[in-house]
């Protein structure tokens, strides 16, 4: 019976301290060209772990002027539970030629495919699935796109996208009309200062990319669009604590929520090793995860006379 219970202490033993050494190993770039992109993932990642109940130990590398491969050969091993990352989509890509055992979250998209590999963005093709969803409710049939100058390679994936989803035509204009027919809409494309440049625009049926969207900085009343939904609510305190004192970007408080669900569905294959689908609701919108293909619908909004509602 003495042995039992010494056999018995010292398995548990043994799993407290495999669970105590157990990590998830997060590679993101912290230095070179975007560094500011991936300090803002970790901080996202972390300030939704610190507010988790997991405390799987979490280890960060640099990925900057690194070979993918040679991370992953020196810093995977029999703790390693989990890999996030990385975010430079060559170096996705460089993990899914490295055939890597562990299970990886990768937080860019590529058109390879692994089936451990899972791939997270904020991909301009998510961004279309909602507009066009919010097109097909105001019974859009026709969609005029006026983009600005020397901007158009930005919106090149994103119209592609839409045209791939929709039935109706999209003819490129050089000038915003005045007034628009009741079925046909206008799609600015551009930053906010060319968008507010832009006089007398039509109330209804206009729509703008999320990246034309400023911290303090006016909108056209009437535009429609599709948009992380931590930056338009206090249901994410960890978010608004990130973006304090309001001096983050819109671009970086978007990077910082991304974080957050990266953490969120890293923890949700953590708590479940075999968990196949899942779906919740989170800072970047509807997380939807099925055999590891994980897809994003934000959510979309308006700007009224009373400012910004849910749509």
């Given at each position: 019976?003495?042995?039992n219970n ?9 799993c407290?301290?495999?669970q105590?050494q ?5 590679i993101?770039?912290e ?7 991936g300090?803002s ?14 405390k ?7 990925s900057d002027k690194?070979?993918i491969a ?6 995977v091993?029999k ?7 990385p975010?430079a989509?060559?170096?996705v890509e460089a993990?899914?030629k ?7 979250l ?7 495919q ?6 997270f ?10 507009l ?10 026709e969609?005029?796109v006026l983009?600005?100058?020397d901007?158009e390679i930005?919106n ?5 996208s839409?045209?791939t ?12 009309p005045?007034?628009l027919?009741?079925h046909i809409?206008?799609?600015?494309l551009?930053?906010?200062?060319w968008?507010?440049n832009?006089?007398k ?5 206009i729509?703008?990319l999320p990246?034309t969207v ?6 056209p ?5 599709c948009d992380a ?10 978010v ?11 671009a970086?408080q ?12 890293a923890?949700q294959?953590?708590a ?5 689908s899942?779906?919740?609701?989170g800072?970047?919108?509807?997380i ?7 897809q994003?619908?934000p959510?979309?909004y ?6 910004i509602?849910?749509l």
């Open positions: 019976m003495l042995n010494k056999k018995l202490i010292g398995f548990i033993l043994y407290i301290f495999n105590a157990a990590e998830v190993l997060v993101l770039p230095s070179g060209p975007l560094a500011r992109a300090l993932i970790k901080q996202g990642f972390m300030g939704a772990y610190q507010a988790s109940e997991l799987t130990a979490i280890k960060f590398v640099n690194k070979q040679q991370l992953l050969k020196q810093n091993n703790k390693t539970e989990m890999v996030v990352g975010l989509r060559q170096d993990v899914i490295a055939q890597p055992k562990v299970r990886v990768a937080l860019n998209e590529v058109s390879s692994l089936a451990n590999v899972g791939q963005s904020l991909s301009k093709q998510d961004d279309a699935v909602a066009n969803q919010v097109l097909q409710n105001d019974q859009i049939k969609l005029y983009q600005q100058k901007a930005d090149e994936l994103f119209l592609i839409l045209l989803q929709t039935d109706y035509p999209l003819n490129i204009i050089e000038e915003a005045k007034k027919n009741k809409g206008l799609l600015l551009g930053n906010n200062a968008l507010n832009q006089t625009l039509p109330h209804k049926n729509y703008i990246n400023e911290q303090g900085q006016i909108l009343v009437g535009v429609k669009f939904p931590a930056l338009y609510s206090s249901e994410w305190p960890d608004i604590q990130a973006n304090q004192p309001n001096s983050v970007s819109m970086y978007r990077l910082i929520a991304f974080g957050g669900d990266a953490w969120h569905i923890s294959y953590l479940e090793p075999d968990l196949k899942m779906q919740f609701q800072r970047t919108g509807l939807q995860v099925n055999n590891n293909q994980i994003r619908i959510h979309c308006e700007n009224t006379k009373k400012g509602r849910a």
